[in-house]
């Protein structure tokens, strides 16, 4: 069994606090900014003894009734409230929801869409025969209903507690991104021989076993990044010799593809941002076509056979190949990257 496994620290410059932001861009973007740090698993710091600034506003709250807009050409909002409806159930112990039709009760039902939006409830519940009639959808639990209530209510204070462990509350959908990124590539290992056991989804286990291969860890920092408030959702290829899973994410209204799976690093190497945000033109030169994706949350799984689009065409947000993050200036809505023995800046401010 060959594992890679992830140090815990990084030393990186420091985050300044969430009210202390800018509307400007720094004159030189080799200036020094100010120091802070990306906070590490544990939610301490990672080096320097500078204290962080009160939080200010409302905590991280698990998200029951997610949705992306990504997938919305192909998923009318009737599907919507069929698994809204359906997590509201599943959290109260029931086994009836309100469900609009067949079509809406089997999206909703279906085990990937559960395993990407309702992760506690991936293989514990599942769709019963003729489960929809007269605008009523039945579900049949895996395991005891106490059981299920318990393991739901575990999952979503243990999301909520990493939201607001690597996060704060006034971060912009960039910061979000890349701290989640910057935490998964610290603390997720690559497993060879990884499959999902005790009949869970892919995206529950991963999350608590910290190990996957690229469909787990791509699902996993989807539904984070969507937790979080990022319009975001898992796609893959499965062509050209390539079968590859990573996340295609909107920052600012513009489309980017996300690899965390390649961001993954070992024990002295610093945050490579080569695979964090790519253009369309990046995501096929890495060897992984776009041309002809799928993603799971569509209703016909095929990109080419569905309406919607996943453009990712301008470069505003992207790093070059090799770039190595130094440190996340907040206040002037700036990442400091290294390259070439040059520290330069991306402003992400708008």
Not at 97 to 114: G, H, P, V
Request: charged content about 20%.
């Amino acid at each position: 069994m060959l594992k890679r496994w992830i140090c815990l620290v990084l030393v990186l410059a420091l985050l300044t606090g969430c009210g202390a932001k800018e509307a400007a861009a720094p004159e030189d973007d080799t200036a020094p900014a100010d120091s802070g740090q990306i906070a590490d698993e544990t939610g301490g710091e990672t080096g320097g003894e500078t204290e962080q600034p009160e939080e200010p506003g409302e905590p991280y709250v698990y998200n029951p009734h997610l949705t992306v807009p990504l997938v919305a050409a192909d998923v009318p909002e009737e599907y919507w409230q069929a698994l809204h409806s359906l997590c509201d159930a599943l959290r109260a112990g029931e086994d009836t929801f309100a469900c609009a039709s067949q079509e809406a009760y089997r999206w909703a039902t279906d085990q990937a869409t559960l395993n990407h939006l309702f992760p506690a409830a991936c293989t514990r519940v599942t769709p019963v025969e003729d489960g929809f009639s007269d605008g009523v959808g039945q579900v049949h639990y895996e395991v005891p209903v106490e059981e299920f209530m318990g393991r739901q209510a575990q999952f979503e204070a243990d999301v909520a507690a990493l939201l607001n462990k690597v996060l704060r509350n006034c971060d912009t959908d960039f910061e979000k991104a890349l701290k989640l990124y910057n935490y998964m590539s610290l603390n997720f290992l690559y497993e060879y021989d990884f499959v999902p056991d005790k009949g869970d989804g892919s995206v529950f286990v991963t999350f608590h076993s910290r190990e996957g291969q690229c469909v787990d860890l791509a699902g996993l920092y989807a539904f984070l990044l969507v937790q979080a408030g990022v319009e975001a959702v898992d796609i893959s290829c499965f062509s050209d010799g390539m079968d590859h899973e990573w996340v295609y994410l909107v920052l600012d209204g513009v489309g980017y593809h996300s690899d965390v799976t390649w961001g993954l690093r070992d024990p002295a190497e610093p945050l490579d941002l080569t695979y964090f945000l790519m253009t369309g033109e990046m995501r096929a030169n890495s060897g992984c076509p776009v041309d002809d994706l799928t993603v799971p949350l569509l209703p016909r799984f095929w990109v080419s056979l569905s309406a919607s689009r996943f453009p990712a065409d301008t470069e505003t947000l992207c790093f070059p190949a090799g770039a190595h993050l130094t440190r996340l200036d907040e206040a002037a809505d700036t990442a400091y990257y290294m390259l070439g023995g040059r520290e330069t800046g991306v402003y992400y401010g708008g």
